[in-house]
């Protein structure tokens, strides 16, 4: 879609265009009217085609180039000039996301010769309060001019550049004021004596010159604080400059900038610094830290990483060696524990063998099974097996054993048949009983 400015097509917006011609002469279809033009982007603003690829990560480039405005404006048939409050939302933006980086930096790349008093020294202290507040590091740039007003801009940065043969300063504030030439003609009515002065189509009387002449005075001496506080100069020493350009060599030299890199040289240099900075704080170093200490601090990091690594493998050998040695005096105290368990098991049902309240083969068995299925198993059984009473044991043919508790009638018919057995009565009427059973 194809971008489109608000444009004033009235007498005197197109006299300061100068346009002439048809347009220019046809005022009755202009004036009074509501129009749009079409427009490209790049005339909108300044940063669409300027801005250089590296404005993106942790160096974000905001661009300045030609007159600044208080306010940016779309020009008739003359493209757009910047102003402070567009330089400040681009300035902001960028402050944002570079603070989203570590070592995040924002390069301020200048080409101007400066512009309106008005708004300007609000604007720039803004721009360095934001600044300030998230951290990020500002370097300001001639690319090759920041003259005046576009050199206050520049006092943004934490650094200032200007190329060798780039100019800059120009510190002061200046009116200039043409006379009208129909002015001989103009006849001025006004309520006070000071109404509508000065103006163009007046001569300059004592009093103009005075309030002008004290406009520019305090104007500069404004900017010469400005100056002052950024540099850490006095402000004399800036005003006696006598509001001078001059090169980007001489201004290094008076202390008024930094160094002389140009553009494409601070772009590197910041994107270099917040790689630095970003593993200065990886390391844990302060930002004065140098690319020697960053080295030591490396080399000893590796080696307390390494140091600790044998550590924790020296801990954990240590950590196995202790649980293996618990274990093996834990099997050793179980030991005998265990033999102590089994000889009084054993104990029990020899005991309980000799009784008679198991046989023998059931005394082997019991062993046996404690041996394969452990002691509460065993006993579980032992109770099971192990009668009340001694048991009665018969050499009978197919008799059984039975416990001596368990009632047995010796009538005369068993007690015959034992005799002709030539067996106990009594256990051969048990035998009979177990029989039953």
Known sequence: ??????????????????????LAAD???AEGGRWTLATRAEDLSPDTNTTPPDSKGAVQVVTVRGPIDQRATAQL?????????AIEARFGAAVQKASEHKGGRVVLAIDSPGGMVAG????????????????????????EQATSAAYALALVGDEVHVPPHG??????????????TDAAGAEVFRSGDRKARPNAVEALDAKDRAE?????????????????????????????LEGAAISGADAARRGLTDGTFTAPEVIQMAQEQAALDAVREALALPATATAEMMVTKAREGREALSALSE???????????RIALEEQTARGRAAPEATQKRAAFAAEVKAACDAATITPPTEAKLLAHYDAHGEASARATFDVVRSAGPIVRTS????????????????????????????DPQEYAAALVAEVK
């Open 1 to 22: 879609m194809t971008p489109r400015v608000a444009v004033d097509l009235s007498r005197d917006a197109l006299l300061r265009a100068h346009v002439t011609g048809v």
């Open 27 to 29: 005022l009755t279809l």
């Open 77 to 85: 048939c003359g493209g757009f000039t910047d102003g402070y409050d």
């Open 120 to 143: 300007m020294l609000p604007a720039v202290r803004r721009m360095r309060r934001v600044a300030e507040s998230a951290g990020v590091r500002v370097i300001a740039v001639a690319d």
């Open 167 to 180: 100019r800059t300063a120009s510190v002061g504030s200046v009116i200039v004021r043409h006379q009208a």
């Open 212 to 240: 002008l002449q004290a406009l520019v005075d305090t104007a500069a001496a404004d900017f010469a604080a400005w100056v002052a506080e950024r540099r850490g100069m006095a402000a004399e020493d800036v005003l006696a």
């Open 311 to 321: 550590a924790k493998a020296a801990q954990a050998n240590a950590e196995a060696a």
């Open 396 to 423: 009978q043919p197919g008799g059984k054993d039975v416990p001596s508790d368990v009632a047995v009638a010796v009538t005369p018919s068993i007690a015959a048949r034992a005799k002709q057995l030539g067996v």
